[in-house]
């Protein structure tokens, strides 16, 4: 039996595990730092998912079959580098290529240099530039800070006033740290997420999901890291998909193999279905979080034969999906994405289990801890519940049902989940 190491602490590290734990060929979990929710079905284990010398350790020391990474930063802090480099099995991008998530700007010239739709953009350093090429253009903009921002750092003003505060948070405060900025012209259209499983050249789809950004209901608020998802996406078009294939994701893998950084691991495109066509929002260079909470467990094959055909660079076996729907909802701590208490007591009624057992629906932990058997808020987003139907209002129903039944003082969930189609 194989062991297996998940690393990161989220929503989408528990979806990982609990993915894995149906594998018959799986043994034993341990994820590196894990969570409350996580310890139900993996062992974790202290060590910080940008510990690069430390889970090395750990993998060499408990003879680790497979380590999968879950977090940009633990990609960006080059954990496969060196797992490789030691001659251990690891399921992600290397360090070089994890630089399509790393850099808004590296991924926008990439798309410009192998003709790969994307918006129209310019790329800042000096705030005074920036603002005046932001005053010459139209409204609302889009601006990217150009590192990792944990999901933060794209913000979409709509006057002036607002725009130069943003630049001057990004250039002149360095509120995300010290950067750049890209400028793009702003894009309308429904939002999806293509997520594939990439092996240089080789580019295997996922079933599609689509992300709620919002913090609040009718897509109003601030950006966050996702307030919910669904999957599959009815609004998305088998020729939408085929186009995001040939035109996206199979042109983007093998400008990463010119560029002398080839990508192995979960390659995310947020594309845009815009009036003249499919155009990229961004790439991350792994599973997205929410969307991996809803697109796994729909996945029928043994998702640890698709990480090590990926792992070793040899066939992907067929890869099949259940006919059965999915939806989820994010339980946020009030104030996110900004300030936010934490250590608020959460009860899951005795419903909750039996509908867990009867697998009508699934919670997964994003930032919870545990003390004494009961559970406590941890986190900015807490728990993620993912309804399952056969078709998507099933699961909507399933899911809120479970949400508003689960008590605590200090949570925040948008209700309108799906309502493009629902």
């Known amino acids: 039996m194989k062991k297996v190491l998940v690393i990161g602490s989220g929503g989408r590290e528990h979806a990982i595990v609990d993915a894995l734990s149906r594998s018959p060929q799986v043994g034993k979990i341990y994820c590196a730092p894990g969570n409350a929710g996580i310890a139900a079905q993996a062992e974790c284990v202290a060590i910080k998912d940008t510990d690069v010398e430390g889970l090395k350790a750990f993998a060499l020391a408990n003879e680790i079959d497979l380590a999968v990474v879950g977090p940009e930063v633990s990609l960006a802090a080059g954990v ?13 991008p290397s360090k070089a290529a994890a630089t399509i998530e790393a850099s808004k700007d590296f991924a926008k010239q990439l798309m410009a240099k192998y003709d790969i739709p994307t918006a129209a953009f310019e790329t800042f350093e000096d705030y005074e530039a920036a603002l005046e090429y932001v005053k010459k253009g139209s409204f609302p903009v889009v601006l990217k800070y150009d590192g990792l921002a944990a999901g933060k750092g794209v913000v979409i003003p709509e006057t002036l006033e607002e725009a130069d505060e943003t630049l001057k948070d990004m250039l002149l405060d360095d509120k995300f740290g010290k950067g750049k ?23 295997y789809p996922m079933t599609l999901s689509q992300d709620h950004k919002r913090a609040y209901e ?6 966050t890291g996702g307030m919910g998802a669904y999957s599959p996406v009815p609004i998305i078009t088998d020729e939408d998909v085929e186009y995001a294939m040939e035109k996206v994701m199979k042109p983007t893998a093998a400008g990463m193999v010119a560029e002398g950084c080839p990508f192995t691991g979960v390659l995310y495109g947020g594309l845009m279905k815009t009036p003249t066509g499919v155009k990229v929002i961004e790439f991350n260079c792994r599973f997205g979080d929410p969307e991996t909470e809803v697109v796994l467990p729909r996945l029928a094959s043994d998702i640890y034969d698709i990480f090590s055909a990926v792992a070793d660079h040899t066939p992907m076996p067929q890869i099949e999906w259940k006919k059965e729907v999915t939806m989820g909802f994010v339980m946020a701590s009030k104030g996110y994405p900004g300030d936010y208490e934490k250590g608020h007591e959460i009860n899951f009624p005795p419903v909750i289990s039996s509908e867990v057992e009867k697998s009508s629906i699934r919670i997964y932990h994003m930032g919870t801890s ?18 399952f139907g056969a078709d998507l209002q099933e699961a909507h129903d399933k899911a809120l049902a479970a949400v508003e039944s689960i ?7 948008r209700r309108d989940i799906g309502w493009r189609v629902l």
């Open 80 to 92: 496969v580098d060196a797992f490789k480099d030691a001659g251990l099995r690891i399921f992600g």
């Open 181 to 203: 900025v890209v400028v793009e012209e702003f894009l309308t259209g429904p939002e999806f997420s293509f997520m594939c499983f990439v092996d240089g050249l080789d580019v």
């Open 218 to 223: 009718g897509d109003k608020g601030p950006n």
């Open 370 to 387: 545990v003390k004494d058997g009961k559970y406590y808020t941890a986190g900015g987003r807490v728990l993620m519940v993912v309804g």
């Open 407 to 413: 008590e605590c003082d200090n949570l925040f969930y």
